[in-house]
């Protein structure tokens, strides 16, 4: 039996709620519907507000979008392109220096692609084919392009002469593709000296240093002819002759791919290894930090003297070298 206060209410709510919010007439019942209904209408009300729906849409959307963008270049490191400058001659300590940064580029997954920038006039043959046969190593883990600055004549053309592609200026020197050096002594007898053989004291006649020069220079010449493929335009005696050539000339030759800019070689890289909105990385410091003659902090790419660039014969140890020298007008 209802009380006089719930049959007020029941009543109340009879009225204000559609029949079907009704069941078994229970007042209690009619009165939660009732309740539920104008929950319901004003969470629909509340729902349509074009206000309220934009903050959402910048709260649940555009908000996490734009803190993304603004973090991932802070969280996802760019790809790298390495930098190793062959800014010397090339040399038992220095093809040290430029295999170790080779080798730090193929085994950093960040680094996917190297240029060597050139400013070599070559050096010692062994040494100068060491490297070449190095860079043909790396490429089979990450592209490798030359661009030649100032200069890249005999060995540093024989590195060259490994890469992907090779570009350079149109006042480039580029070749010098040949061997020099001094002739041995004529044989003769020492008397304080005790040898086994008449040659032991000089490697052999001079004829025979002769011919390993020619065999030299003919391994040189396979080395570019196998690099330089299909695009070699010059024929092998006209390279024989250990001319230099600037960069128009070479790119008629054959001997480059194109004439760019630096800045244009490093993208061309890029290209090779499919990245984009990369970031450059000088390979010296990286790969020697304080332990080069360059704290990493501190490292600044090093100027080219052009004078140290050359040297008399008279400088060189004997040897055999894939070296441009520019011999003195005198002589």
Not at 141 to 167: C, E, K, M, Q
Not at 196 to 217: C, H, I, N, Q, W
Not at 256 to 273: M, R, V
Request: net charge negative; charged share 20%; proline share 7%.
């Amino acid at each position: 039996m209802l009380l006089p206060r719930q049959l007020k209410l029941a009543s109340v709510g009879i009225f204000a709620l559609p029949l079907t919010a009704v069941h078994h007439n229970d007042p209690f019942q009619i009165i939660a519907c009732r309740q539920k209904e104008l929950c319901m209408e004003q969470n629909n009300g509340n729902g349509r507000s074009p206000l309220r729906f934009i903050l959402l849409f910048l709260l649940v959307i555009v908000l996490p979008l734009a803190l993304g963008l603004f973090m991932a270049p802070r969280l996802v490191p760019k790809p790298q392109i390495g930098v190793i400058r062959l800014n010397y001659d090339i040399s038992n300590a220095t093809a040290f220096e430029f295999r170790e940064q080779l080798l730090f580029a193929r085994n950093d997954p960040a680094i996917k692609a190297v240029v060597i920038v050139i400013n070599s006039p070559g050096g010692t043959a062994s040494d100068s084919e060491d490297l070449y046969m190095d860079v043909l190593a790396a490429r089979q883990d990450l592209p490798v392009i030359a661009t030649v600055d100032f200069l890249a004549a005999s060995g540093a053309y024989y590195i060259a002469a490994a890469t992907d592609a090779i570009y350079a200026k149109p006042g480039s020197a580029i070749g010098s593709i040949g061997v020099i050096s001094s002739l041995p002594d004529a044989p003769y007898l020492e008397e304080e000296v005790l040898t086994t053989g008449p040659y032991k004291s000089f490697g052999g006649t001079r004829d025979g240093f002769v011919r390993r020069a020619e065999t030299l220079k003919f391994a040189f010449l396979q080395a570019v002819a196998n690099g330089r493929g299909e695009n070699l335009k010059a024929d092998l005696d006209l390279l024989s002759r250990a001319e230099i050539f600037d960069g128009v000339r070479a790119l008629e030759l054959g001997l480059i791919d194109g004439i760019i800019s630096t800045s244009e070689a490093f993208d061309k890289a890029a290209e090779l290894a499919g990245i984009r909105n990369y970031e450059l990385v000088e390979l010296y410091p990286l790969t020697f930090g304080d332990d080069g003659p360059v704290a990493f902090g501190t490292y600044t790419v090093p100027a080219i003297d052009q004078e140290k660039l050359w040297a008399a014969p008279a400088d060189l140890p004997p040897g055999l070298y894939y070296r441009y020298i520019e011999l003195p007008a005198n002589q």
